[in-house]
């Protein structure tokens, strides 16, 4: 079978990682990269340390507004589809390169199978619900990672093609996390050794555009008096610098950081405190405390277990979080066996064969 994956963000780098060489196993697979995130640290460097296949285009779509990004996405996606005749296409998450690889594929009538599928915020304002609602209903075959996933399907009337198979992101730190622990040495170079350190990071659109809650964060962040270490995202630092908000010295700022050093961070960290999706998960996979700073999150199991709080973007809620939330029951499995990445595969297969 010839699958095309299209990815173009930073975390379906790391979700590719684990399913794409999987998936070469028994399949011709057909990287395609649309560029949406293309800083060496946001794009360059998953590829090299995590041994993802070289994409065989990369769109260099780059950034712009959503139409102007994800419609130049949909003209050149079209041409590679229409050359390449693929027999599936594969995405990932609920981005822009998401909603334009798989629109593509359905307009020209070639099945489209979602990896993450059914996550939902129930706020229509996020780019990413849009993105994920409208990719899940012109999916045919739909991963979904969570049990809470599959039942956000049924309730839009979802059902058939749907396929509980745990989350590819637990295979991807249960696939990397020895060779991070050989290989990252970005703890002791950040002098942070034996430290009770905050790993913190912050990019969603909510947040960032929005300057009274990135100021809460910031200042919140401050007051901790904590170690706080934060990669910083490109889209946040380009506000930072634009509303002028500065950093106490206790907020070590840092560049985005590869994923093997990122996940040693999050491994050797007392909390985290992120708008992110994959560090929220990662942050369960790590048997870290977790603090969302948003108003709602689609990992509900994770606050139901006991182990995430979300507080939004209030600065008390925020400091007093930082400074005294301990989860105080032991996790429940939520995200499957590690195999997800395996079960994508045996799905496709049974279903095509
Ligand atoms: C995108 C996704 C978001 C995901 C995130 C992962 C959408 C709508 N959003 O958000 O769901 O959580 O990726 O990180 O698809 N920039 C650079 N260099 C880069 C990439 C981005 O400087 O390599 C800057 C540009 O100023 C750009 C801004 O970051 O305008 C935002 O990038 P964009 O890809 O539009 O959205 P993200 O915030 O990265
Ligand atoms: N990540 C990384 N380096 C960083 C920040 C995050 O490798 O500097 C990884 C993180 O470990 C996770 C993924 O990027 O696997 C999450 O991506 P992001 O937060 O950008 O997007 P989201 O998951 O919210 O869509």
Same mark, same amino acid.
């Given at each position: 079978?010839?699958?095309?994956?299209?990815?173009?963000?930073?975390?379906?780098?790391?979700?590719?990682?684990?399913?794409?060489?999987?998936?070469?196993?028994?399949?011709?697979?057909?990287?395609?990269?649309?560029?949406?995130?293309?800083?060496?640290?946001?794009?360059?460097?998953?590829?090299?340390?995590?041994?993802?296949?070289?994409?065989?285009?990369?769109?260099?779509?780059?950034?712009?507004?959503?139409?102007?990004?994800?419609?130049?996405?949909?003209?050149?996606?079209?041409?590679?589809?229409?050359?390449?005749?693929?027999?599936?296409?594969?995405?990932?998450?609920?981005?822009?390169?998401?909603?334009?690889?798989?629109?593509?594929?359905?307009?020209?009538?070639?099945?489209?199978?979602?990896?993450?599928?059914?996550?939902?915020?129930?706020?229509?304002?996020?780019?990413?619900?849009?993105?994920?609602?409208?990719?899940?209903?012109?999916?045919?075959?739909?991963?979904?990672?969570?049990?809470?996933?599959?039942?956000?399907?049924?309730?839009?009337?979802?059902? @058939?093609? =749907?396929?509980?198979? !745990?989350? &590819?992101?637990?295979? /991807?730190?249960?696939?990397? #996390?020895?060779?991070?622990?050989?290989?990252?040495?970005?703890?002791?170079?950040?002098?942070?050794?034996?430290?009770?350190?905050?790993?913190?990071?912050?990019?969603?659109?909510?947040?960032?555009?929005?300057?009274?809650?990135?100021?809460?964060?910031?200042?919140?962040?401050?007051?901790?008096?904590?170690?706080?270490?934060?990669?910083?995202?490109?889209?946040?630092?380009?506000?930072?610098?634009?509303?002028?908000?500065?950093?106490?010295?206790?907020?070590?700022?840092?560049?985005?950081?590869?994923?093997?050093?990122?996940?040693?961070?999050?491994?050797?960290?007392? @909390?985290? =405190?992120?708008?992110? !999706?994959? &560090?929220?998960?990662? /942050?369960?996979?790590?048997? #870290?405390?977790?603090?969302?700073?948003?108003?709602?999150?689609?990992?509900?199991?994770?606050?139901?277990?006991?182990?995430?709080?979300?507080?939004?973007?209030?600065?008390?809620?925020?400091?007093?979080?930082?400074?005294?939330?301990?989860?105080?029951?032991?996790?429940?499995?939520?995200?499957?066996?590690?195999?997800?990445?395996?079960?994508?595969?045996?799905?496709?297969?049974?279903?095509?064969?």
């Amino acid at each position: 079978m010839k699958i095309l994956t299209v990815v173009g963000a930073r975390p379906q780098f790391i979700k590719a990682a684990a399913v794409s060489n999987v998936i070469r196993k028994e399949h011709k697979e057909i990287l395609v990269h649309t560029g949406q995130h293309y800083d060496e640290n946001m794009s360059k460097v998953f590829f090299e340390e995590l041994q993802i296949p070289k994409p065989d285009y990369n769109l260099e779509i780059g950034s712009g507004n959503h139409g102007e990004q994800t419609g130049r996405m949909l003209i050149d996606l079209e041409k590679i589809y229409l050359k390449e005749k693929p027999d599936l296409v594969l995405v990932y998450g609920d981005t822009n390169s998401t909603l334009a690889g798989a629109l593509c594929a359905s307009k020209l009538l070639i099945p489209v199978s979602h990896v993450e599928a059914g996550l939902r915020s129930f706020n229509m304002n996020m780019p990413e619900e849009q993105n994920r609602i409208l990719t899940d209903h012109i999916s045919k075959l739909l991963f979904v990672p969570t049990a809470t996933a599959q039942n956000n399907l049924h309730n839009e009337g979802i059902t @058939k093609g =749907v396929y509980n198979v !745990g989350d &590819v992101m637990f295979d /991807a730190v249960i696939n990397f #996390k020895k060779l991070a622990e050989e290989k990252s040495h970005i703890v002791k170079e950040l002098s942070l050794e034996n430290k009770n350190y905050i790993l913190t990071t912050i990019h969603r659109a909510e947040n960032t555009n929005d300057i009274n809650r990135l100021k809460n964060i910031i200042e919140a962040l401050n007051e901790s008096n904590k170690d706080v270490v934060l990669p910083l995202h490109p889209r946040t630092k380009k506000y930072i610098e634009n509303y002028g908000l500065k950093f106490n010295k206790n907020v070590k700022l840092i560049n985005p950081v590869g994923y093997l050093d990122m996940i040693s961070l999050e491994m050797n960290s007392e @909390k985290i =405190v992120t708008d992110s !999706g994959g &560090v929220q998960k990662e /942050a369960f996979f790590m048997k #870290k405390p977790c603090i969302t700073m948003r108003d709602e999150t689609e990992w509900v199991e994770t606050v139901q277990n006991g182990w995430n709080v979300v507080v939004g973007t209030d600065k008390s809620k925020i400091l007093n979080s930082v400074l005294n939330f301990q989860p105080n029951i032991s996790q429940k499995s939520i995200f499957g066996s590690g195999k997800a990445s395996y079960k994508v595969l045996d799905t496709i297969n049974n279903i095509f064969k």
